[in-house]
């Protein structure tokens, strides 16, 4: 039981039920009623699956790193063989995609690619700067489109603009993030933005980011896709990312990055209350 336990954890649980909460919260966007059916049900274990499937594979490829900075995780700590991990990462991504081909084969698709994104991510992508920021951006924005086509047609474009703004502040973020560690990134020889072009310019270009974030808010309204609660709701994610640019503008150091990722973050909390609320009341 004690080694079970050991090859779960390479999942991380709790990580990837959020991922799968977020298929939830793509459905409930799209259309509150249909939240408990059998579709978003489904959904919901395609994401948890494949987000154990990348967690697993992280630690695979990161074990020689894992060893100096995690040296208690499964993998380095020997509780678990590389061949075993290896072979329940692919049990993972078999198991998790066969929820989706249930769903649709547009779903079987989409999973296809979340795993695809997911891997070559902890195989290349981890240290190629800004498209590791992107590949990991997208990570979190497609499981809110997977969970709103689980409920819908496509015709509904709230569900997209959230996946879009996500995409935009998680690519911020995660700039922004790359410059609380330029020297371990030295040692792993990870190639950050911060890393790149240095601190300040990173600082610069995360804060394009938010600011771009806050501009695409907008288009619900414009577009008459969601109303006035939305409306209102939105203007707390968006103050927190205008005050995150601001910030890391004034001040592009090491520290402050640490401090407004972690801002950032409740930004994007704020953000997804407002879109959950704009689906339910769209007058």
């Not at 040296?71 to 998790?96: D, N, Q, Y």
């Not at 601190?199 to 804060?207: H, L, M, R, T």
Request: cysteine-free.
């Amino acid at each position: 039981m004690s080694r079970l336990k050991d090859i779960l954890e390479l999942g991380r649980p709790v990580n990837s039920v959020m991922v799968g909460f977020a298929v939830v919260v793509g459905a409930a966007v799209t259309s509150p009623n249909e939240v408990y059916t059998i579709p978003v049900m489904l959904g919901f274990l395609t994401g948890f699956l494949i987000s154990s499937f990348s967690m697993t594979v992280n630690d695979y490829y990161d074990v020689e790193v894992d060893k100096i900075n995690s040296p208690h995780r499964p993998l380095p700590s020997g509780l678990v063989t590389m061949k075993e991990a290896k072979w329940f990462a692919i049990s993972l991504l078999l198991v998790g995609l066969f929820p989706s081909i249930l769903i649709s084969p547009m779903h079987f698709i989409i999973a296809i690619f979340f795993a695809f994104i997911a891997w070559l991510y902890n195989y290349w992508g981890k240290k190629h700067g800004i498209i590791g920021n992107i590949l990991v951006a997208t990570s979190i924005s497609i499981p809110y489109v997977f969970g709103g086509l689980s409920v819908g047609t496509g015709n509904d474009y709230l569900i997209f603009y959230l996946s879009l703004i996500t995409f935009v502040a998680a690519t911020g973020r995660e700039i922004v993030k790359g410059m609380t560690d330029v020297e371990g990134d030295k040692i792993r020889e990870v190639w950050s933005v911060a890393r790149s072009i240095g601190v300040e310019k990173a600082a610069y270009i995360g804060s394009i980011f938010f600011i771009a974030a806050v501009i695409l808010s907008l288009l619900p309204l414009i577009s008459s896709t969601t109303g006035i609660v939305y409306g209102m709701l939105i203007t707390i994610p968006d103050s927190i990312f205008i005050y995150s640019a601001v910030t890391m503008i004034r001040d592009g150091t090491s520290k402050n990055a640490f401090k407004i990722k972690k801002i950032a973050l409740f930004g994007m909390l704020a953000g997804l209350i407002a879109f959950i609320f704009g689906g339910v009341y769209r007058g």
